[in-house]
């Protein structure tokens, strides 16, 4: 009973994006998985035919993107591959929000 009424939320995943690629896919499967877990239903009703729904509304956040370790090391085209990859591992049932910008919010 993580959430009672998950299918009227949107979640939100903060990653600092300052740590490796495989930390920071890592940490945002862990809590894409905590999230998915509050489905209570058959996840094969998620998709876009018809007869199924929307899956969870998942907005991700990258943190520490104006730190000096981040414009060194990282670039935009990592947190693509981090959306990329996530949306093939947990959709239908994630529905990850694309902003203006991309895949992910950046503050």
């Known amino acids: 009973q993580?959430?009672?009424?998950?299918?009227?939320?949107?979640?939100?995943?903060?990653?600092?994006?300052?740590?490796?690629?495989?930390t920071c896919l890592q940490r945002l499967c862990y809590w894409s998985s905590v999230v998915r877990s509050t489905i209570k239903r058959?996840?094969?009703?998620?998709?876009?035919?018809?007869?199924q729904t929307d899956g969870l509304s998942v907005l991700l956040v990258a943190s520490h993107t104006?730190?000096?370790?981040?414009?060194?090391?990282r670039c935009h085209s990592d947190?693509?591959?981090?959306?990329?990859?996530?949306?093939?591992?947990?959709?239908?049932?994630?529905?990850?929000v694309q902003g203006p910008?991309?895949?992910?919010f950046c503050p």
């Open 2 to 22: 993580f959430v009672l009424a998950s299918d009227n939320v949107t979640f939100v995943l903060v990653v600092n994006v300052t740590f490796s690629f495989e």
């Open 79 to 96: 947190m693509l591959q981090l959306a990329e990859e996530l949306q093939q591992l947990f959709s239908p049932a994630l529905d990850f």
């Open 42 to 51: 058959d996840t094969k009703t998620f998709g876009s035919k018809k007869h």
């Open 66 to 73: 104006d730190s000096p370790p981040y414009r060194k090391a």
């Open 101 to 104: 910008s991309g895949p992910f």
